[in-house]
């Protein structure tokens, strides 16, 4: 029998590891899911290989890649378990990370109350070494090779074996820092190093500290992690010594070789949901909305995103926990609103849900693994919004040992059983919309104006209220809504971002220095493609240029051309893009005020190598019979509001939808990985490429 080729995009999320497998030759596309296992993470990935090669009658000599989004790093520092770090920084600089930023949360109303998050390294455990650069480079004092040798024995001494290096104006010259990573390997050659000239090359000593401490904090753990896919990899190729390509998915939107990720963990620090946002972009793009918020909730948490013409958007200013990080990311807002999420009670007595969660392991109570409190999941499915089994049947869900919780939960607060259930639901759905502002109003977009695109397990239940909520224009709502975040993985090219600080003003750039600057950032990035085997014929760049007004604090970044000379009339496009974007961030630009001048701060290059992406195919018109007759299957008692309560309610199945069907809630619309509940008012329209379209009646 000849070869297949098969590609795999495999998501680990809290609860479930998510498949899909694309099958190069016919097109064809096959979609699975298999509990996560939490404890390790790379038994669940293994089990989701065995399943879908099982599906598809298809063996590991088939594989022609697999691409992979983690939750390693993301997890480690979330839960702020970050093993001891030693730091490495500029003589008389000891105490960069207690200053930090005078940022504080939420506003300065809490002001009194916050207090600084404990340091991600103590103090006891940063060592200074003499040497220094300007801004621009130019050495003031020769670098100390004997305070260097004396740190890195110390560290030795100590025990500490994950080490940061960052030291003031590397951003410009590195040659101080090589030399201390060079001592290092030599006098502590067991230690696991990340210096700020390769992980961050931009200015804002605090910021790129953090950034460089980050990246070795997740090293060893992604390495580890890594290390052993890879292993296990080599079992499905039956010992022909065949090497399975293996991509893990970037924050910034791309993807990298396994074996380069080792050298550069932080930048996997989003890697799932970057995945969801481009999966979900695509197909919202090929269903013809250009204005797009994307909301992806599994069993942990929800996450949410901004997609605009097709692409999703990207920030440089985003956290992860506690812990800044400035390195490219797609601009996602994660909340704890999973369906594993525990509604409790506040000391004050008041109903509150997440972010703690149930997980995988317990689970909900209706998951009847040990779980002892009530979660979103177990709301839905005592008010029958999902049915009592999840997986087409393969979970079954025990209804009442969920309703037993929340009974208990309700007594506590006083309410009968449905407006708790409800309640929970409500503070979730609100738990949604704010973080979906985040994204949206608080960058100076209309949510009107926006198409929310749900997915992932539990992404779809609140759709209805969230367009209440916000006043959205509707819900596109993907096939196999559970399994987008795989299917990204499948769409999404090889990606190296490159960044140098080179700050000037607009009237006094010099075009040649700048334009050596964007010469030597895509030799970087061309030299990674061809590492990564792409032919130079293949290579793709872009640019991009962080401005700023002078005197502003923060920068915008905004496009610049890639194939044009540096010259006045460049650098007016770029400025007048800058003015463009400030207006629709802040509502005001001084485009016609000479006497704010317009700064040019860091410039950027990302090389990118393309891959085929899967042809989403249409759905065939049904042939005949009404979609009630083909896809109406029962009816059941659903509480959709808890002073309406329970109202008889359609429960349709959607793989026998066919394009063009319309349906009107009240309705449950079921298929093998996700739900979704369409609230009275609302109606459904299944469109050529079989996403379910949910607007108002009314609209």
Same mark, same amino acid.
Request: proline content about 5%; some cysteine.
């Given at each position: 029998? *000849?070869?297949?080729?098969?590609?795999?995009?495999?998501?680990?999320?809290?609860?479930?590891?998510?498949?899909?497998?694309?099958? @190069?030759?016919?097109?064809?596309?096959?979609?699975?899911?298999?509990?996560?296992?939490?404890?390790?993470?790379?038994?669940?990935?293994?089990?989701?290989?065995?399943?879908?090669?099982?599906?598809?009658? $298809?063996?590991?000599?088939?594989?022609?890649?697999?691409?992979?989004?983690?939750?390693? $790093?993301?997890?480690? /520092?979330?839960?702020?378990?970050?093993?001891?770090?030693?730091?490495?920084?500029?003589?008389?600089?000891?105490?960069?990370?207690?200053?930090?930023?005078?940022?504080?949360?939420?506003?300065?109303?809490?002001?009194?109350?916050?207090? &600084?998050?404990?340091?991600?390294?103590?103090?006891?455990?940063?060592?200074?070494?003499?040497?220094?650069?300007?801004?621009?480079?130019?050495?003031?004092?020769?670098?100390?090779?004997?305070?260097?040798?004396?740190?890195?024995?110390?560290?030795?001494?100590?025990?500490?074996?994950?080490?940061?290096?960052?030291?003031?104006?590397?951003?410009?010259?590195?040659?101080?820092?090589?030399?201390?990573?060079?001592? /290092?390997?030599?006098?502590?050659?067991?230690?696991?190093?990340?210096?700020?000239?390769?992980?961050?090359?931009?200015?804002?000593?605090?910021?790129?500290?953090?950034?460089?401490?980050?990246?070795?904090?997740?090293?060893?753990?992604?390495?580890?992690?890594?290390?052993?896919?890879?292993?296990?990899?080599?079992?499905?190729?039956?010992?022909?010594?065949?090497?399975?390509?293996?991509?893990?998915?970037?924050?910034? +939107? %791309?993807?990298?070789?396994?074996?380069?990720?080792?050298?550069?963990?932080?930048?996997?620090?989003?890697?799932?949901?970057?995945?969801?946002?481009?999966?979900?972009?695509?197909?919202?793009?090929?269903?013809?909305?250009? &204005?797009?918020?994307?909301?992806?909730?599994? !069993?942990?948490?929800?996450?949410?995103?901004?997609?605009?013409?097709?692409?999703?958007?990207?920030?440089?200013?985003?956290?992860?926990?506690?812990?800044?990080? &400035?390195?490219?990311?797609?601009?996602?807002?994660?909340?704890?609103?999973?369906?594993?999420?525990?509604?409790?009670?506040?000391?004050? !007595?008041?109903?509150?849900?997440?972010?703690?969660?149930?997980?995988?392991?317990?689970?909900?109570?209706?998951?009847?693994?040990?779980?002892?409190?009530?979660?979103?999941?177990? *709301?839905?499915?005592?008010?029958?919004?999902?049915?009592?089994?999840?997986?087409?049947?393969?979970?079954?869900?025990?209804?009442?040992?969920?309703?037993?919780?929340?009974?208990?939960?309700?007594?506590?607060?006083?309410?009968?059983?449905?407006?708790?259930?409800?309640?929970?639901?409500?503070?979730?759905?609100?738990?949604?919309?704010?973080?979906?502002?985040?994204?949206?109003?608080?960058? +100076?977009?209309?949510?009107?104006?926006?198409?929310?695109?749900?997915?992932?397990?539990? %992404?779809?239940?609140? $759709?209805?209220?969230?367009?209440?909520?916000?006043?959205?224009?509707?819900?596109?709502?993907?096939?196999?809504?559970?399994?987008?975040?795989?299917?990204?993985?499948?769409?999404?090219?090889?990606?190296?971002?490159?960044?140098?600080?080179?700050?000037?003003?607009?009237?006094?750039?010099?075009?040649?220095?700048?334009?050596?600057?964007?010469?030597?950032?895509?030799?970087?990035?061309?030299?990674?493609?061809?590492? @990564?085997?792409?032919? *130079?014929?293949?290579?793709?760049?872009?640019?991009?240029?962080?401005?700023?007004?002078?005197?502003?604090?923060?920068?915008?970044?905004?496009?610049?051309?890639?194939?044009?000379?540096?010259?006045?009339?460049?650098?007016?496009?770029?400025?007048?893009?800058?003015?463009?974007?400030?207006?629709?961030?802040?509502?005001?630009?001084?485009?016609?005020?000479?006497?704010?001048?317009?700064?040019?701060?860091?410039?950027?290059?990302?090389?990118?190598?393309?891959?085929?992406?899967?042809?989403?195919?249409?759905?065939?018109?049904?042939?005949? !019979?009404?979609?009630?007759?083909?896809?109406?299957?029962? #009816?059941?008692?659903?509480?959709?509001?808890?002073?309406?309560?329970?109202?008889?309610?359609?429960?349709?199945?959607?793989?026998?939808?066919?394009?063009?069907?319309?349906?009107?809630?009240?309705?449950?619309?079921?298929?093998? !990985?996700?739900?979704?509940?369409?609230?009275?008012?609302?109606?459904?329209?299944?469109?050529?490429?079989?996403?379910?379209?949910? #607007?108002?009646?009314?609209?």
């Amino acid at each position: 029998m *000849a070869s297949r080729r098969i590609r795999i995009g495999i998501d680990t999320g809290g609860t479930f590891t998510d498949v899909v497998a694309f099958d @190069e030759d016919s097109g064809d596309l096959v979609t699975t899911k298999t509990p996560s296992t939490p404890s390790n993470p790379a038994d669940g990935f293994i089990n989701g290989i065995d399943k879908v090669l099982g599906l598809l009658g $298809a063996s590991g000599d088939d594989i022609t890649a697999v691409c992979h989004g983690t939750t390693v $790093a993301t997890n480690k /520092l979330l839960e702020g378990k970050v093993e001891q770090l030693g730091f490495i920084t500029t003589e008389g600089y000891e105490f960069m990370l207690e200053i930090a930023r005078q940022a504080v949360p939420d506003g300065y109303g809490n002001s009194y109350f916050w207090v &600084k998050p404990a340091r991600i390294v103590p103090a006891d455990a940063v060592r200074t070494v003499g040497g220094r650069f300007d801004f621009e480079g130019n050495e003031i004092r020769a670098f100390d090779e004997e305070g260097a040798v004396a740190a890195a024995r110390w560290f030795k001494e100590h025990g500490i074996t994950t080490i940061g290096v960052c030291f003031l104006h590397s951003y410009a010259n590195d040659e101080h820092e090589l030399g201390m990573r060079d001592i /290092l390997r030599e006098e502590h050659p067991e230690a696991v190093v990340s210096i700020s000239s390769e992980v961050l090359r931009e200015y804002r000593e605090y910021e790129r500290s953090m950034t460089t401490l980050v990246d070795a904090a997740v090293k060893p753990n992604v390495s580890r992690y890594v290390t052993n896919i890879h292993e296990r990899l080599d079992g499905f190729t039956q010992g022909s010594g065949r090497e399975i390509p293996f991509y893990i998915m970037k924050s910034n +939107g %791309g993807v990298l070789s396994a074996d380069e990720v080792v050298h550069q963990p932080i930048t996997t620090v989003l890697s799932g949901p970057a995945a969801g946002a481009l999966g979900a972009a695509l197909i919202a793009q090929k269903a013809g909305f250009d &204005k797009i918020l994307t909301c992806d909730g599994g !069993g942990t948490s929800t996450d949410v995103s901004v997609v605009l013409d097709g692409e999703p958007t990207l920030t440089t200013e985003g956290t992860v926990g506690a812990y800044p990080s &400035k390195i490219p990311m797609i601009d996602v807002v994660t909340v704890g609103a999973g369906g594993g999420s525990i509604a409790w009670v506040s000391p004050e !007595g008041a109903l509150k849900v997440g972010p703690h969660s149930a997980g995988a392991d317990p689970g909900p109570l209706c998951y009847a693994k040990g779980g002892t409190e009530p979660t979103i999941t177990d *709301a839905h499915v005592t008010l029958g919004r999902i049915p009592p089994h999840l997986l087409g049947g393969e979970i079954p869900l025990d209804v009442d040992a969920a309703r037993a919780g929340i009974t208990a939960l309700a007594e506590r607060l006083g309410l009968d059983f449905e407006r708790c259930a409800t309640g929970i639901l409500e503070i979730s759905a609100w738990n949604q919309a704010n973080a979906l502002r985040q994204v949206s109003v608080k960058r +100076g977009l209309d949510v009107r104006d926006f198409m929310l695109t749900t997915f992932g397990g539990s %992404g779809s239940l609140l $759709a209805c209220r969230l367009v209440d909520i916000l006043d959205l224009a509707g819900v596109v709502v993907p096939p196999n809504p559970g399994n987008v975040s795989a299917f990204g993985l499948l769409t999404v090219d090889v990606k190296n971002d490159y960044v140098q600080t080179q700050v000037a003003k607009q009237t006094a750039l010099d075009h040649a220095a700048i334009e050596k600057t964007f010469a030597s950032l895509t030799d970087r990035a061309a030299a990674a493609l061809a590492k @990564e085997g792409f032919a *130079a014929e293949e290579h793709q760049f872009t640019r991009t240029v962080d401005l700023r007004y002078f005197g502003q604090a923060y920068e915008v970044r905004v496009t610049a051309p890639a194939d044009a000379t540096v010259d006045d009339a460049y650098a007016a496009k770029v400025a007048e893009a800058f003015h463009d974007e400030h207006r629709q961030l802040y509502g005001y630009d001084f485009r016609n005020d000479p006497s704010q001048q317009v700064e040019w701060v860091n410039l950027r290059v990302t090389g990118v190598g393309p891959i085929t992406r899967p042809e989403l195919r249409e759905l065939p018109s049904a042939e005949g !019979g009404s979609a009630q007759e083909r896809a109406h299957r029962s #009816t059941r008692q659903v509480c959709f509001d808890a002073e309406d309560g329970y109202v008889d309610t359609g429960v349709w199945w959607r793989p026998d939808l066919a394009a063009g069907d319309v349906v009107t809630g009240p309705a449950i619309i079921e298929e093998f !990985g996700s739900t979704v509940p369409v609230h009275p008012g609302f109606v459904v329209r299944v469109d050529t490429y079989g996403n379910l379209v949910i #607007t108002k009646e009314d609209k």
